[in-house]
């Protein structure tokens, strides 16, 4: 649990809540405002890898999580962000991980987060000219594809 | 290249020599391996009709009506060969284990659904008072038989297996009017043989 | 950037040697690519939204049929996460059948990635043998789980079905004469003069490119980064066999294959050493699984093409409520912006292809000169030619 001590000196008062299902899957709240701070230290100073980020829709708000992975000790460190429900929004970390910009342009168009600071939001999975407000992986939105909302 | 290897060219002389690897199948018939996982085929003869096969489908390739045919109740199971994945899991999860089987079968082609379709029908018991389905005839013997004599405590089995001997007709199975104690060893779903206990205990009181 | 200087070769959206049909336009100054787009989504199945909406059971079908070449690691990925979140473990000898799993289909996925590159540099001989060697491999399959290549195996909490003691010895010959013809195949590769010549230097990743991206699997072991999930976080009977994990220098495309046939040896040993243990034991392949609690689960898997990531989250009822999904191309293809640019167009398909993309959906390749107004069309057959002649000049060369 080396990583965790480093990451909680490191991140200090950033950390809001720490939930560690087992040695090798931690899960640390943050807030949304500290993000990138966040990422630039798990991602460029500790030298984590870069995974994914996962976005949900926790129906009274919108949750991100960024998963790394530290893959000397096969940890993986998911920071979670929660979002308010009406405009979501958070800072775009393309400029601190490049590789992230795809799957942020994802989260724009499929559960409607805005990302702020983003070179190019722009849909990527759906359609050009697919109904604005329409965000498939929100929970209002069925199977079927009837919207509730 | 100016120089072959000469281990290539030993595989380039016996590949040269040999037959084609590939299989000549269009001419000549093609036999799959044993566990090979072709179309789901129903067994007539062992298919109770309870429906495992239907709820476990991960493709919802199986189809299960419920539906009044000549006045009497049937249950019709169809599996649909272009939804299916062939993944075995109604093979797997029957409970009479040969129900439904995977065939060796892989040409799945039609010009017409219907012919490749498999398909079993089964009389359904309803209620002889509201006509709610209870389950299929074949579900309700077959757990008869698993059950044993401890199957004798359900009302349903009894007055099936009575109607099976002749000690009871169709007639006199019929539940007339409101439900009655009386009622309670006929063939009933569970909601009307309770209102049958309750109301008969009203009645008394 | 000044668009109007520059040529943009499109690639796709129906075709370029991936799983899916994926847009590409090439900006390209004379023969040189300058930058690289990508576009996706043109076959977007919305597996994550389907998977709430079925039984923790039948996901493990939907996730199987994401990819029809690795079409075990979704599954594998997606049960170690449900694991993961229910803290149970897999008995022993169903973690040897997910091991032989695993291994048999990176075997044929590089076998069939080895191919298709010598097919792409117009060394047929090379696709011919490789997917002939391949075939006996499928056919293993389709004698052991019943199907050629989906093989429904896996399960939460251990495997669907077991391999019988009589399939054994059949599984050993194969193995023993895809060792030799593995052999015969890495040799003939590393000592070519021409292939050499055609793939060393071309479309080089530095480790610093594979940070910035989050490449994973052969594409970042052949650019000297070391990872390998089986090791790192290991799961599955991994420990409990010896192998160890290929890992070379210099991040070019010569390397890329140098590293999937390789390991394709590291596959054979490990297969050999899991059937030794699995030989006549009689031992359970599976947990049952009773209730789902509340919770979140994280399950990684090293399929062929790299770390393939399962995130799930339960609210205890019958179905996931959330269901992320991963797949190693996502983080792989994005590279494509840094090794394919400064090189030639003749190069950009098997630098495209050096990253294994699955490729199905092969279509075409349109040229368009924005310079001059004029529009050439024509397949990507043509992009596979003009790689063919490059090699062509090379072997007169050599």
Known sequence: MKVLETLKEKLGERIKDIKIHNERRIYLTVEAGDIKECAKIVFRELDARYIIASGADNFDSFEILYHFGFDSIGTVISLRVFLARENPGIDSLSDVIPGISYIEREMWELLGINFAGHPGLSHFLLRDDWPEGNFPLRKSIKTDGANSE | MKKPKIRELKEAITSLFSKPFTSQFPFKPHTPAKKFRGKPEYNRDTCVGCGACFNVCPARAIEMVDQVVDGKWKRVLIHHPKDCL???????????????????????????????????????????????????????????????????????????????????????????????????????????????????????? | MNDKKKVIVPIGPYHPLLEEPEFFALYCDGEKVVDVEWQAGYNHRAIEKLSEGKHWDQVTFLVERICGICSTSHPFAYCNSVEDLLDITVPEKARYIRCIIGEMERIHSHLLWVGLAGHFLGYNTVFMWAWKYRESILEMFEMITGNRNHYAMFKIGGVRRNIEDEDIPALRKVLKDIRAKLEMLTHAVLDDPVLGARLKGVGVLTKGHIKDFGAVGPVARASGVDIDIRRDDPYAAYPAVEWKVIKTENGDVFDKAVVRLLECMESVRIIEQSLDAIEGSKGDIENQVREMPVGEGIGRHEAPRGECFHYVRSDGSNSPVRHKIRAPSYTNIPTFKASCVGQMIADVAIILAGVDPCYCCTERVAVYDADKKNKKLFGFSRLVEMSREKTERMRKQV
């Not at chain 2, 219907?114 to 389950?135: A, F, P, R, T, Y």
């Not at chain 2, 109301?199 to 008394?204: G, L, Q, R």
Request: glycine share 8%; aromatic share 6%; hydrophobic share 35%.
């Open chain 2, 86 to 205: 062939f993944c075995g899991e109604c093979e797997r999860n029957c409970i009479t284990d040969d129900g439904i089987k995977l065939s060796g079968v892989f040409d799945v082609s039609y010009f017409d659904e219907k012919d490749v379709q498999s398909k079993v029908e089964h009389d359904l018991i309803v209620c002889k008072h509201c006509g709610e389905i209870i389950g299929t005839e074949k579900h309700v013997l077959w757990t008869l038989r698993k059950l044993g004599n401890p199957a004798f405590s359900q009302p349903v089995m009894i007055s099936r297996l009575m109607e099976e001997f002749g000690l009871v007709t169709d007639e006199e199975g019929k539940v007339a009017g409101p439900v009655q104690r009386t009622d309670m060893l006929k063939i009933v779903c569970p909601k009307c043989r309770r209102m049958a206990f309750i109301s008969d205990e009203k009645k008394e009181r």
